[in-house]
């Protein structure tokens, strides 16, 4: 008797995982006087003693060993008027920081003109996981933008999606 279960298809769980919605972040950093960054919705909270997030990109990134070397990172929340960012920042091989208005952390990472927060952190963890890294990050300073009314960036079953109200 075989307890291994059928495979998975990989477009099934694609499709699967996009009923669970997620707020949209840019991941950031600055090494060598070059700002980098990238679109990620696999962003979470891990621990508050000490704080600990947490985010998963894929092990063939082009962004994310510079962002290793610099041994830190910043966490852009987008708001829902960022979305031409998101789109943007999910490029490969196209100047993703044209046109974006951005300020250094404390930390030195960019910060995104217009997010609802930022975290800056430093590179706590790093574990391989599948076709994925999962990256854990210390935060040593954070702070809510001026966007006093303006709500997250969603996304749903392949979607950019609003809250309701």
Not at 49 to 78: C, D, E
Not at 133 to 145: H, N, P, W, Y
């Amino acid at each position: 008797m075989s307890l291994s279960s059928p495979a998975i298809e990989p477009l099934r769980f694609r499709e699967a995982l996009g009923h669970y919605a997620s707020g949209i972040t840019v991941i950031t950093s600055h090494v060598h006087d070059e700002p980098l960054g990238f679109t990620c919705q696999s962003f979470y909270s891990v621990s508050t003693n000490p704080p600990l997030v947490s985010f998963s990109v894929m092990a063939h990134s082009a962004s994310y060993p510079k962002i290793r070397q610099a041994g830190r990172f910043a966490v852009n929340i987008l708001s829902e008027t960022q979305v031409e960012i998101s789109d943007q920042f999910a490029r490969r091989g196209t100047d993703k920081w044209r046109g974006v208005e951005w300020q250094a952390s404390p930390l030195g990472n960019p910060v995104i003109a217009g997010s609802l927060h930022w975290l800056d952190c430093e590179i706590y963890a790093e574990h391989s996981a599948g076709d994925h890294l999962i990256v854990i990050g210390e935060v040593k300073a954070l702070s809510r933008q001026d966007a006093a009314f303006t709500q997250p960036l969603l996304y749903f079953k392949g979607q950019y999606r609003n809250m309701a109200a």
